[in-house]
């Protein structure tokens, strides 16, 4: 093995440097990576994997990002938005299956009647699930007070991927209107963190315009602003975005597949017991993708559990899977890839990450 990857691999914390050099790792060092995270993930987490039943409950969005199936400008897709009912019946099916907790996922909408839905849900979900239930919401950026609403209406978790950390990047990406703003994002962050949430973010891998440089940074942003959980996946193109126009500029399928399991790898390593979802893009590229994902670093997986008839209209991305699928085949087909993964189903655990629980530990012994 190259010496300089062995050495770096001796620590647990990486540098810029260090961390570009992983990312540029051979086959046969980055087996040393990866051997590298699983010994962290078992000692750090084991080998339990919680399921997020996943209810994409909408998909209006009033954004355009570049990258994304579902941007406002997008004529040809059907949108819709699940009712009261269907939303509460998906959330009861997870809570009756033992999933432990739920992720509430829709495109971007700011409004006094989103918000006073998504409140009302929250509560009714709650009145159902107790407090041993996780709720997460991924409903993008929103203004503080309605964080803190929906935080005190049982909400405990806030998904919101930076998508990249670097601001012209992001700009390459994101049209340039008050809609998209970088500054804004990361505020988003501090305020989620502020309010009591678990925070999650991430990133794609492979973004036209993306470096290796600007991934080390994610990495090092992601560690700097202390989050409790992370979604990162492959980019895909999508043939009806504006970024598809470029789509001859990016890095082979197979390579971005294996550049986001070492960005994984990377971040088990770095932050040893935070929760790490194995996405469902990584699946797009290769068929066991998030088995893989668990093997090196993961330990969350989200089965789709929106209605099958709705699916189609959620595609983010494409070659998407989970499309012809129902709730229950999601869930068969789940345990059976997380116990080819090795992995054992937590069932009935809301799976709190445990950087979570060390981070309020240490603020209470702060205010003893
Ligand atoms: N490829 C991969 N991931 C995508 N997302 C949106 N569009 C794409 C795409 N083309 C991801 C974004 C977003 C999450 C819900 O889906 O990271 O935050
Ligand atoms: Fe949906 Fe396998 S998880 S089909």
Redesign the pocket.
């Known amino acids: 093995m190259n010496t300089s990857i062995k050495n770096i691999l001796q620590n647990n914390d990486f540098s810029k440097d260090d961390i570009i050099e992983l990312l540029y790792a051979n086959q046969s060092e980055t087996k040393f990576l990866y051997q590298k995270a699983k010994e962290v993930k078992s000692g750090q987490i084991g080998d339990k994997v919680y399921l997020r039943g996943l209810i994409e409950f909408s998909n209006l969005c009033a954004k355009d990002?570049f990258?994304?199936?579902?941007g406002k400008s997008n004529k040809n897709v059907q949108r819709y938005s699940l009712s009261d009912r269907e939303i509460i019946q998906a959330a009861q099916f997870a809570f009756d299956e033992h999933y432990g907790s739920i992720v509430l996922?829709s495109g971007e909408v700011k409004s006094r009647e989103f918000e006073n839905r998504v409140d009302r849900l929250l509560k009714q979900i709650r009145k159902i699930t107790g407090n041993n239930f996780g709720i997460t919401l991924?409903c993008g950026e929103q203004n503080e007070s309605t964080y803190s609403r929906w935080f005190e209406s049982g909400a405990n978790r806030y998904?919101?991927?930076i998508?990249t950390s670097n601001k012209e990047l992001y700009n390459k990406i994101h049209p340039h209107d008050f809609l998209h703003i970088f500054e804004k994002r990361i505020e988003s962050l501090r305020v989620i963190k502020k309010t009591g949430y678990q925070v999650g973010t991430?990133?794609?891998v492979g973004l036209p315009g993306q470096t290796i440089s600007h991934i080390a940074d994610d990495i090092l942003f992601m560690k700097a602003i202390d989050i409790d959980m992370c979604?990162i996946?492959?980019?895909?193109?999508?043939k009806e975005?504006p970024?598809f126009e470029q789509r001859n500029t990016l890095m082979p399928l197979n390579a971005r597949f294996e550049l986001t399991l070492k960005v994984l790898a990377i971040i088990r390593i770095m932050m040893k017991d935070i929760n790490i979802a194995a996405?469902t893009?990584l699946q797009s590229i290769d068929k066991l993708g998030r088995e893989k994902a668990i093997q090196i670093a993961a330990n969350v997986f989200m089965p789709n559990i929106t209605p099958q008839s709705y699916r189609k209209n959620y595609n983010?991305?494409?070659n998407k899977p989970c499309i012809a699928e129902s709730p229950v085949e999601c869930q068969s087909c789940t345990v059976a890839r997380i116990n080819l993964a090795n992995g054992k189903v937590a069932f009935g655990e809301a799976g709190d990450a445990k950087h979570y629980l060390h981070r309020m530990n240490r603020r209470n012994e702060i205010l003893i």
């Open positions: 990002c990258y994304c199936g579902i996922q991924s998904l919101l991927r998508e991430g990133i794609m979604g996946g492959p980019y895909i193109e999508h975005t970024l996405s893009a983010l991305y494409d």
